[in-house]
């Protein structure tokens, strides 16, 4: 059930139009941020409502995952004597 509720969730990000016009069967991978948001959200609750999550899972699911996030990124490196700035 768990994996039917992500199917449902994905199915519901493809439009009407986008499905009859480009024949997508899936979100564009444009979007796949917010894509793995709706997915997540839609698995935890449907886990929830299983009685299988055993974590605190705070009320507003929607932002708990946004924190969970990885957000890809480098950090600024500090300047390193004798080292180039640049690779």
């Keep these: 059930r768990i994996f039917v509720a992500a199917a449902k969730a994905v199915a519901e990000l493809v439009s009407d139009e986008s499905l009859e016009a480009d024949g997508n069967l899936y ?30 899972i705070p009320d507003d699911i929607a932002a708990f995952v946004s924190e969970s996030m990885y957000v890809p990124g480098y ?13």
């Design 75 to 87: 950090k600024d490196m500090p300047d390193m004597p004798g080292m180039p700035r640049k690779l």
């Design 27 to 56: 979100p564009s991978v444009d979007d796949i941020r917010a894509v793995n948001k709706v997915v997540a959200v839609a698995t935890i609750k449907q886990a929830q409502a299983e009685g299988v999550v055993t974590a605190e």
